[in-house]
């Protein structure tokens, strides 16, 4: 039989064509392929509520697509990713023959390893602790806590460690859970009456050589299992082994945390991730297209990178509606197909977006007064970020451009079409004025 990752590739890609591309994306692409048992294949849905609705909406429809593959399983279910450790542990007791018991408890997206991991400025410290870890677990920067803002690489280089010492040291027992999971876990075992089932889940915590916690954010406000991971934290170090924590926030700025939960994590080995420059945005892009065996032309690339500025995780998602676009239009990528894909894009990130907060960041960058932007006056220093805000409401909104020459003190649309179609121009020939425009951007969307 396939390798099951082939298997699903083949079905992804005739998902894709069939799917409509938003259903795509948000209920199809999550799917992870888990195991293959008995002529059936086992797909994660990152939630129940993903599940339900997998099941709901494309059960059919995924098992026609398992069928077009030579070679595939005969059935197919769809788990959840809260059921998937589970499952595996409760099928540890029935086959001992599992050889790595312990790592398979640990489920890990595959994906997510250094390979596959750009490095630049915004996450190199990171990218080298992780991999410190990796190569010597327990030693060198214990705990590791990393952190930054959503969709900026924590889980993927936290998972990286696990998969790069799943390969390295087969016989090391390690645990990745999100907070979420290690929450749940922790109440489900105090509720048992006779302390039994508490016992198990510090066995499960506490006798492994490698415990990763994602997103610890969310232990704010709970006080029980912040005591728990006091207790964890404090047998795991003393024993030598190896933490790492993620959260989108520095240990001091996570509210409502015990002291002594707080003062662990702030003096374990703390880095963060921030959010990538355009090269290694283009890189990433450059690498991610590869692997899917599409060859996209480097402007449209950059094009793509120039655009989505703040959150790779959504740049992915863009990528993959391109790739979608251009096998559903039967054409090679090109700019066309790159601005449809963006449209989606920009409608979620524009919502929360007002004329005045665009506004306000370019005087910012370039530490002009509102008043004057806004104004007559027609110096340099102040036509420059008139003109490059008019162009970035342009982009960002979806308003008439007599509305935007309303704002800016009565002009008249032909004036704020100039301003636009001028900065669109300078772009192109003018590094300063591209570098302005991307920094802005990223101000605007990081609020
Ligand atoms: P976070 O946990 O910080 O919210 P993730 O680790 O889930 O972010 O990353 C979001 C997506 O972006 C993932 O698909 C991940 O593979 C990808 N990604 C993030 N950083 C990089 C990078 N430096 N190189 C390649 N892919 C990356
Ligand atoms: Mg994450």
């Not at 909406?57 to 595939?72: D, H, I, N, Q, S």
């Not at 900026?152 to 990745?176: E, V």
């Not at 008019?390 to 032909?414: Q, S």
């Amino acid at each position: 039989m396939k390798d099951i990752d082939a298997v699903w590739q083949e079905m992804l890609s005739i998902l894709e064509v069939e799917v409509h591309s938003l259903g795509f994306d948000v209920w199809i692409r999550p799917l992870r392929p888990l195991k293959v048992e008995d002529g059936i294949l086992a797909l994660c849905a990152p939630s129940d509520g993903a599940k339900a609705e997998v099941i709901a909406r494309y059960l059919p429809l995924l098992k026609r697509a398992m069928r077009e593959v030579e070679g595939a399983p005969a059935e197919l279910t769809v788990i959840s990713e809260e059921e998937a450790p589970k499952k595996v542990a409760e099928e540890k007791a029935e086959a001992p023959r599992v050889t790595h018991a312990a790592a398979s408890q640990c489920v890990l997206n595959p994906q997510y390893n250094f390979a596959d991991f750009v490095v630049g400025k915004c996450n190199r410290m990171a990218y080298e602790t992780a991999l410190a870890v990796a190569e010597n677990p327990g030693i060198l920067y214990n705990p590791l806590f990393i952190y930054g803002d959503v969709g900026l690489g924590k889980t993927h280089i936290m998972q990286a460690i696990g998969n790069d010492l799943r390969l390295s040291k087969p016989n090391l027992k390690m645990l990745y859970v999100s907070t979420d999971t290690f929450i749940n876990e922790f109440i489900a075992s105090i509720r048992t009456a006779n302390g039994v089932n508490n016992q198990s889940f510090r066995d499960k915590y506490r006798n492994i050589d490698l415990l990763m916690i994602d997103d610890v954010q969310f232990l704010s406000k709970k006080p029980s299992t912040q005591e728990e991971i006091f207790h964890t934290f404090e047998a795991l170090k003393s024993a030598g082994k190896q933490m790492v924590f993620a959260s989108d926030r520095r240990p001091q700025d996570i509210p409502d945390l015990d002291s002594r939960v707080r003062s662990r994590f702030a003096s374990s080995m703390v880095v963060d991730v921030q959010p990538p420059d355009l090269e290694t945005r283009i890189a990433i892009l450059q690498k991610k297209a590869q692997k899917a065996k599409k060859n996209i032309d480097f402007d449209e690339l950059n094009f793509i990178a120039e655009h989505v500025t703040s959150n790779i995780r959504e740049m992915e998602g863009v990528l993959t509606k391109v790739m979608f676009l251009s096998k559903l239009y039967e054409r090679k990528v090109d700019r066309a197909i790159c601005q449809e894909a963006l449209k989606d894009y920009r409608v979620q990130e524009c919502d929360e977006i007002t004329v005045d907060e665009i506004v306000d960041c370019t005087c910012k960058y370039y530490n002009a007064n509102k008043a004057d932007v806004l104004g007559k006056k027609k110096n340099k220093e102040v036509v420059t970020p008139r003109q490059v805000a008019i162009y970035l409401i342009n982009e960002f909104m979806n308003i008439p451009l007599a509305a935007i020459g309303e704002y800016f003190g009565g002009r008249e649309h032909t004036t704020i079409m100039h301003a636009r179609d001028k900065i669109s121009a300078q772009i192109a020939t003018d590094p300063k004025i591209k570098t302005a425009v991307n920094d802005i951007k990223a101000m605007i969307l990081r609020k």
